[in-house]
């Protein structure tokens, strides 16, 4: 039971390309959520998923665009990376919101440059 | 606008003693709280939580207290290891329906236990 994965552990971009952190988890949770932590900071909610084919806006989603086709993955896509975006990228899924203990993946280092 | 407070960037405790960190938060409506525990270049883990219907949620070394009037809450480690050194994350939730539910996190508070 490998938990949340991510891939990659780091990257490095210059602005204006594009990637797609990827993510993926092995234990059925219909809740799948990607958080980005900046410097000194708390983390803040990307984009969440429900379920496969429902995706939903968190807190700071502008610059980001995710799907869930599938209930295992939920990749998060950059488009036009900024140096706003240099920040560390963690997935997370759940059960369900009332479980709301979510489980971690190890995260994404992204520095745009 | 923060909405969880975590105002100790820092703490540091000896081995055996109590370590308490503090979290204060400003919703009225939030209704579940956890706190989470990570080290350097791994991602968080969850540690315990509480309801708001309930002021006290122990779990071996680890105590979370609520005080609803007060909007705070504390975790306390009781004794504290030099395993416990890591930041510590508070976060809360206010109810299930559409986009609630979803966590707001503190800062966190680096704790440091030196043996």
């Known amino acids: 039971n490998a938990g949340v994965t991510q891939t990659p552990k780091f990257r490095i971009l210059k602005i204006g390309q594009s990637m797609t952190l990827q993510c993926a988890q092995d234990?059925?949770?219909?809740?799948m959520y990607w958080y980005r932590q900046d410097p000194g900071m708390g983390l803040k909610l990307i984009y969440y998923?429900?379920?496969?084919?429902?995706?939903d806006k968190g807190e700071v989603p502008n610059g980001y665009n995710v799907s869930r086709s599938t209930t295992e993955d939920f990749p998060l896509r950059l488009e036009l990376a900024a140096p706003s975006q240099t920040s560390v990228y963690f997935c997370?899924?759940?059960?369900?919101?009332?479980?709301?203990?979510?489980?971690f993946g190890p995260g994404t280092r992204l520095t745009v440059l | 606008d923060q909405q969880v407070k975590q105002n100790s960037p820092s703490l540091s405790v000896q081995e055996g003693r109590i370590s308490i960190l503090n979290c204060d938060y400003t919703?009225?409506?939030?209704?579940?709280f956890l706190w989470y525990k990570k080290y350097p270049a791994e991602g968080p883990t969850f540690l315990i939580s509480?309801?708001?219907?309930?002021d006290k949620n122990e779990d071996g070394r680890f105590t979370v207290f609520l005080n609803k009037s007060a909007k705070h809450l504390s975790l306390h480690i009781v004794p504290s290891q030099p395993g416990d050194s890591a930041v510590y994350f508070c976060?809360?939730?206010?109810?299930?329906?559409?986009?609630?539910?979803?966590?707001?996190f503190g800062k966190g508070t680096k704790l440091s236990v030196k043996p």
């Open positions: 997370a899924s759940s059960y369900s919101k009332r479980s709301r203990g979510q489980f």
């Open positions: 509480i309801s708001s219907i309930k």
């Open positions: 976060a809360a939730s206010e109810g299930d329906g559409g986009s609630q539910g979803n966590l707001i």
């Open positions: 234990m059925n949770h219909n809740y």
């Open positions: 998923s429900v379920g496969a084919g429902i995706t």
């Open positions: 919703n009225s409506m939030f209704d579940y």
